[in-house]
């Protein structure tokens, strides 16, 4: 998304001044030099002054920053400070409450470190299965949390959804820092026909539902045919489910391309997005919406606010592959009423999810954090 605002931003005849840094640097120090990740990850001396100097150089009406971890840290909010320059800060994922970041654990659903410590997460090594590296990021958020970096240096905040806003407030940022700004897509087109499958885009990976997806067509004999598109980790275990099952009517597609999966979303009869975990704000079902095909999603974060029920789309309980297949049952045997709900789906990224619509939020964010700061 940082890609594509800046896109937006120059289009519109905006100068902006980018400062990025890659985690694949760590890649290349030494072993003494990764000695010293954990003290990077709190706070990168040479990001900060880098910055600063950036800052004072270029002297930037406000800095817009997507992402700190790691290589850059929260020491580039200082260098903000320092040279009065306003801050507005994305928060496209849940790292500020969560060591692992996503609020997700064990196959569920897991708010430990929202409700109680964050050491739950060290405990049980949330980031990336590591309890080093899931310390380093508690310590870290631990110490801008004493020093106040998330309070004092950051004018606004912007979450993707209200859920999200809603979850930073219980987390304790500021309520009246956080705005709301969904994100984008460039418009592909509304579909002119409706297909004969049913289809699922995303990573092939536990929290994005797709075992519960699979037993959902195995369990009730679903013969509707059902096309995947994507890989990841359980792409071997799902080909040898398949075979087990006999889900002669699931077809793996694989990665392909953004436009081949556009087309695929046009010709489908609707989207399925059985994600576990309470997803930032899932491009998929903007790209649907824009395609006018209605989805079934869980009943979970921020899925159930973008997708209507009954509207633009059904709801299932996540994880209940019993409520799902009865949702893909229904909506296969009402072709009528879903061929509305995509006609209303279209409707709501027109309204919400277009790139013009994106700007105008975008700029009367930026307009008033500088007049609060002026």
């Not at 075992?211 to 045919?225: G, K, M, V």
């Amino acid at each position: 998304m940082f890609s594509l605002e800046r896109q937006l931003l120059e289009s519109a005849g905006h100068q902006v001044v980018t400062y990025c840094r890659s985690n694949k640097e760590a890649d290349e120090l030494s072993r003494v030099g990764r000695l010293g990740l954990v003290k990077r990850i709190v706070w990168a001396d040479d990001s900060r002054e880098d910055l600063l100097e950036l800052l004072r150089r270029e002297r930037p009406q406000v800095v817009h920053i997507h992402n700190t971890f790691f290589m850059t840290s929260p020491s580039v909010y200082s260098a903000c400070q320092e040279a009065d320059v306003p801050v507005v800060q994305t928060l496209h994922n849940y790292r500020l409450l969560c060591p692992g970041a996503t609020l997700y654990r064990d196959g569920a659903v897991c708010e430990d470190c929202l409700d109680h410590s964050l050491w739950h997460g060290v405990l049980h090594g949330c980031h990336r299965g590591s309890r080093l590296g899931t310390a380093a990021i508690a310590i870290m958020l631990d110490f801008h949390r004493r020093r106040g970096t998330w309070t004092e240096q950051v004018q606004c905040y912007i979450a993707l959804t209200e859920f999200a806003r809603q979850k930073f407030i219980q987390g304790g940022l500021p309520a009246d820092r956080i705005r709301v700004k969904p994100n984008f897509v460039a418009d592909p087109g509304p579909r002119s026909k409706t297909g004969d499958y049913a289809l699922f885009v995303g990573r092939l990976s536990d929290e994005k539902g797709i075992l519960s997806l699979l037993e959902a067509w195995s369990r009730s004999r679903l013969s509707i045919p059902l096309r995947v598109i994507g890989d990841g980790p359980l792409r071997a275990q799902i080909e040898a489910r398949m075979g087990r099952n006999g889900l002669s009517a699931v077809s793996m597609v694989g990665r392909v391309p953004r436009e081949t999966t556009l087309e695929a979303m046009k010709e489908a009869r609707f989207l399925i997005f059985p994600s576990e975990w309470y997803e930032g704000f899932p491009m998929t079902i903007a790209e649907a919406f824009a395609c006018g095909l209605p989805v079934i999603c869980s009943a979970l974060g921020s899925m159930s606010e973008i997708v209507d029920e009954g509207k633009n789309g059904l709801h299932f309980q996540a994880g209940d592959s019993e409520d799902l297949a009865k949702k893909v049952q229904w909506a296969w045997s009402h072709p009528e009423e879903m061929g509305e709900m995509g006609r209303q789906a279209r409707a709501k990224y027109e309204a919400y999810y277009t790139p013009p619509r994106n700007y105008d939020t975008l700029m009367g964010i930026y307009e008033k954090t500088m007049r609060t700061t002026s």
